[in-house]
């Protein structure tokens, strides 16, 4: 199952990062805190109201909003 | 300027740069006029017996690929130097043990430039507190460099670090990294190297039950109320006895220097001009520092990235991210401190519009214009058997001005600061002690920077103020009452004057020519509307406004009242404000724009109230 976007899944999901789309920098960035496709990531919570997700992955844990600006694919483990 | 011969301090962010250049080097110096910068960089000298050496601290980056201003100026200075700071001669990479994937991606890109290196690994304490080994020998062999395990908030490794730091021959070029095609190439690099130097037993329990208190969506809402609470109260309370006894302090002041020198001219520019002038710069110290205090405290030990987080979808609404809250809470209690603490935010746009709308927030220097205007001409009548209708416009203004506030900056980043280069992103950083000394270092810096920089502009423009109100001077006959000497000489001045001739201007918002100039007159402080207004109506304001109160309501109508009010909500009424916008934006063009938006609100929104009133 590939979903488009983060916001659906419940917390504490386990997926693996398929693609991501749009803003260059924004993408780059994530690329660089080792935020790959191909990546197994853990959501580990929403912030309050539908605001920015922090998801871990490795000995890395980062928060970021999940704007318009990219379309982030993923596969859901479980 | 440009600094000939220095070194420079460079590491991923919160890997302890800034607690290790305070250790290492105490007071600091800024370099050059850097407005769009989170942390300006600064220059300290370390020294051992004879030898010293120049440390400059420049804003930590992620990488050599910059995402923010922050990061280009970095990679500026150390790729080729920038116009006024030189390449360094030598880099201490500090190398963060608890984050070392991190520390190495960045390692390996700033390697590339071949300049000499020493390597400061810090938070060695936080690898061995979750019973792990970080094998520092593995990354002396790696790179070819001397590395330094340090804690630096205790202080400890840092006198082997001092003395390295002053020989050549503990500088050496690192060894030549691998090339890399892709960033994937390098992140793997770094996380295979990464596993071979660090083994950690143990997550670190400590941050992750915070953070399932302080992120939890229910508990984590509630505590940052609370934390917002207390900060909030520490700047709007806690500061005001100090800033009693500043105020005290310096009016007592006034009186010795009126009452010891020659009466005339001189004393009044040395009382009314200068000592009042210095007074009114003083007097925002306490709330600058206790406001720092709390800023630095909350980024150090990691709850500020937590609170960007928890905010950013509501600050998201009107086109700010979450850093965004904190300065503008603080203006609520004063927008200097507030502006100042607006270099939390690393975004430039959400910055630049951040420090713009904060002078929108109902600052405490409104309070005694809104009460005196309030208890004068609304009626205290109690509305649906429980709200005082004086209390109920009091609130209804505190609220105008933040939420007007966050639609300016709706409109402002949808036009001037369009965009982002990216959005929200983060990385938090585990919970760890401030260091106490680092603290000081921090906060006594940016007070004294407050008292250099803009210090000096509001001074300055108080002594303007001053001569426009005291020139040109009347001849007035002692037998004539003090309070009303005074109001001659105030409508005779040049301030005087000027209010006369614009008063055409503020006709159509119903002031007349005495409301101008008190409008005008407040401009020093809002504040100082009551005193002037004082000195305008002949009523002594020395022990209470009473006797203003009533000439008031006997010669002011309703709607002028009410228009008065109305202006108060936007108007940019505070050259202290004006200074500091100069200072954090580095050009007067901010300030002057800001002025200018905000008097158009403030004139169409009185202009709305006065004709609906009248
Ligand atoms: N446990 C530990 N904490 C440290 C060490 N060095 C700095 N800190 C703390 O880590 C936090 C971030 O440090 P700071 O110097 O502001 O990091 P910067 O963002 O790189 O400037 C502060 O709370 C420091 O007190 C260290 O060696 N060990
Ligand atoms: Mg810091």
Known sequence: MILETLRNIPIGTTAILTSLEGNPVFIRRLNEMGFLPGTKFRLLRRAPFGGPVEVSYGHTRIAFRPDASVTIHIHVLS | MTINSHIAFVGTPNCGKTTLFNVLTGMRKKVGNFPGITIEPSLGNVSTGEKSIAILDLPGLY??????????????VLQKGHPSIAQPHGIVFVMDATNIEKSLYLYSQVAELGIPMIIALTMVDGVKARSGVIDDIAIERLTGLSVFPIVGHKGIGLDALKQALLQDREWNIPNAPPTFEEIRDRVHWSRNTADAVLTIKEPDTVTSRLDSILLHPIGGILSFVFIMA???????????PFMDLIESGFSSLEQLALQHLPPGLF???????????????????????????????????????????LVDRFMGIFGLQGRSF?????????AIPGIMSARIIPSHRDRMTTMLIAPLM??????????????????????????SLQAVILAGLYILGGLTGLLVAFV??????????????????PYRLPSLKSLFVTVSDKALDFLKS????????????????????????????????QQMQLEQSYAGQMGKAIAPVFAPIGFDWKLTIGVLGSFAAREVFV??????????????DASLRETLQQTIPFASALSVLAFYVYALQCISTMGILKRETGSWKWPAFAFVYMFILAYGFAYIVHAIAS
């Open chain 2, 412 to 429: 402002m980043k949808k036009s001037m600061f369009k965009g982002d280069v990216i959005p929200f992103l983060i990385e938090f950083p």
């Open chain 2, 362 to 387: 109902t600052c405490s220097a409104r309070l005694p214009v809104y009460t005196l205007i309030i208890s004068a001409f609304i009626p205290p009548m109690i509305i649906g058997r429980f709200f």
């Open chain 2, 326 to 334: 904190i300065p503008l809470l603080g203006s609520y209690a004063c």
């Open chain 2, 531 to 544: 005193s002037v207004m004082g000195q305008l109506y002949g009523a002594d304001t020395t022990n209470s």
């Open chain 2, 454 to 485: 803009a210090g000096t502009v509001i001074v300055a423009l108080s002594l303007v103020l001053w001569f426009l109100s005291a020139f040109p001077r009347m001849e007035i006959t002692d037998s004539i009452p003090e309070i009303q000497q």
């Open chain 2, 267 to 309: 004393s009044d520019l040395i009382a009314r001009g200068l000592i009042a002038g210095v007074g009114s710069v003083i007097v925002f110290l306490p709330q600058i520092i206790i406001l720092n205090v709390f800023v630095v405290i909350l980024e150090d030990c990691g709850y500020l990235a937590r609170a960007a987080f």
């Open chain 2, 230 to 240: 207390i900060f909030f109260q520490s700047i709007f309370s806690w500061a005001i």
């Open chain 2, 63 to 76: 990488s050599m690929l910059a995402a923010s201003l922050d990061e280009e100026l970095t990679m500026q």
